[in-house]
Every structure is written in C-alpha cells, then in structure tokens.
C-alpha cells in the first residue's frame, strides 16, 4: 500500500494515452487532478467506476478537477475502453506500473487463495500545485465518484 500522505509532492510521471499521446502531471499545474489507479479496463468494477465518472463529470469539473485514470493496460485497450463506454475523460496506461510502482499502489495481492501483483484501487487528489490533498482507497466501484464528490463539496472553493 501506498507511503504517500497528504502533503506530500505527487510523483511526478509521463504516460502516454488511449491515442499515444504523452501526458505529463505537470500539464495540469494550476489545475487540481484526481488521479485513479484501476486494475484492468473493460471489468465489470472498473466500468462502473469510470461510467460513474464519465456520468458525473460536469460535477468534477464545477469543482475544478481534472480526472486522469491510470492502469496497466495498453494503449489499444484503453481506446476500445473509451469508445465502447464513451468515456470523456483521460485514460493512461502504465504498462510497465512505474508510476503505480511510484505511488505505492502496485503490489502482492490475493484472489481465491492465488497471489499475485496487481493496482491496488487507490484514487489521489492533488491539488493545484501539485501536492497530494487526499488519497482514497477501500472504496465500492460503485461509491467511488460520490465519496471524492462529497469531500469536494466538503472543501471550500479554491
């Protein structure tokens, strides 16, 4: 699990999206970003995850956030991922799980008694210069949106 905290710097990173386009941290200084890590597109707990944000997007950007979603699947399938659920926002992929490996949120795991190393589901918002202000995990797909949305609302506007 991740060692990062709030206030901490975000590591910073480069990765390309579903069109190959490079994608830096730093592009969004000034902005605040939720940054979420989901294990693998087109699953059933990921798709809800990012429908519910692609649903509530108006309401991420009346606050001011960007949303980038980051897993370790490739560019192709993070494109048929975007145009099969009409996803509006950015997807990046970390193949080789550096970044993940950066924020602490690529690890050992266990499912049905078999281990492995996977996304630990981790979403991270920071702020608007760059500094982590709140990091969510242990999470329902489906609760994710509505739990940053609540903290949002709970903030006063920046």
């Not at 060692?3 to 386009?21: E, R």
């Not at 993070?78 to 993940?100: A, G, H, P, R, W």
């Not at 709140?134 to 920046?158: A, E, G, P, R, V």
Request: net charge positive; glycine share 6%.
């Amino acid at each position: 699990m991740t060692t990062l905290k709030p206030g901490d710097i975000a590591p910073k990173f480069i990765l390309p999206n579903c069109i190959d386009k490079s994608i830096k941290l730093s592009d969004f200084l000034g902005k605040k970003v939720l940054v979420y890590f989901y294990p693998k597109a087109m699953t059933p707990g990921c798709t809800v995850q990012a429908c519910n944000i692609r649903d509530n997007l108006e309401l991420f950007k009346s606050k001011k956030v960007e949303v980038l979603g980051i897993s370790p699947d490739n560019t192709n399938k993070l494109l048929t991922f975007v145009e099969k659920k009409m996803l509006n926002f950015t997807l990046l992929s970390d193949k080789q799980n550096i970044v993940s490996k950066k924020f602490g949120v690529w690890g050992e795991k266990i499912f049905m008694g078999k281990k492995y190393f996977g996304i630990y589901r981790t979403s991270f918002l920071i702020n608007s210069s760059g500094f982590i202000d709140k990091i969510f995990f242990k999470f329902k797909c489906k609760d994710h949106h509505k739990i940053i949305l609540t903290y949002l609302n709970s903030k006063k506007s920046d």
